[in-house]
Nanobody, 121 residues
Framework: QVQVKESGGGLVQAGDSLRLSCTAS??????VGWFRQAPEKEREFVAT???????LYADSAKGRFAISRDGVRNTVYLQMNNLKPEDTAVYYC?????????????????WGQGTQVTVSS
C-alpha cells in the first residue's frame, strides 16, 4: 500500500515560480507522476519520474517544469517556472509500483487529494 500527499499549491502571478511536493509512504521503489485538472477539462499528464531518476514530460511542461526526487525524504518535487494563467488547475500526485514511465492516468493506482494552483494574469 502506498500513500501520497501533495503540498505547495497557492495563488501566484503570471511569470512566478512554484514548487509542489509529493510525499510518499509505504514503498520506496515507486514511479510518481504529476497530473492536473482545470475546471471543465479532463485530467492531463504533466510529468513523471521513476525510482532510477528517469523522467518524462508533457509537451506543455517541457522547458518550464522540472520533476525531481529526494530518495532520503521519499519526496518528489515539481518545480514550475514562468507560470501562465493556463497552468491554473488542481495538481495531483499519483504513484505506481513499476519502473515504467507512464503518462496515462490509468496506470497509477495511488492518488493524492490534489493541491490548487492558481495563476493570475
Amino acid at each position: 500500500q502506498v500513500q501520497v500527499k501533495e503540498s505547495g499549491g497557492g495563488l501566484v502571478q503570471a511569470g512566478d515560480s512554484l514548487r509542489l511536493s509529493c510525499t510518499a509512504s509505504g514503498r520506496t521503489r515507486i514511479g510518481v507522476g504529476w497530473f492536473r485538472q482545470a475546471p471543465e477539462k479532463e485530467r492531463e499528464f504533466v510529468a513523471t519520474i521513476n525510482w532510477l531518476g528517469g523522467t518524462l514530460y508533457a509537451d506543455s511542461a517541457k522547458g518550464r517544469f522540472a520533476i525531481s526526487r529526494d530518495g532520503v525524504r521519499n519526496t518528489v518535487y515539481l518545480q514550475m517556472n514562468n507560470l501562465k494563467p493556463e497552468d491554473t488547475a488542481v495538481y495531483y500526485c499519483a504513484a505506481h509500483e513499476y519502473g515504467v514511465l507512464y503518462s496515462s492516468s490509468g496506470a497509477y493506482e495511488y492518488w493524492g487529494q490534489g493541491t490548487q494552483v492558481t495563476v493570475s494574469s
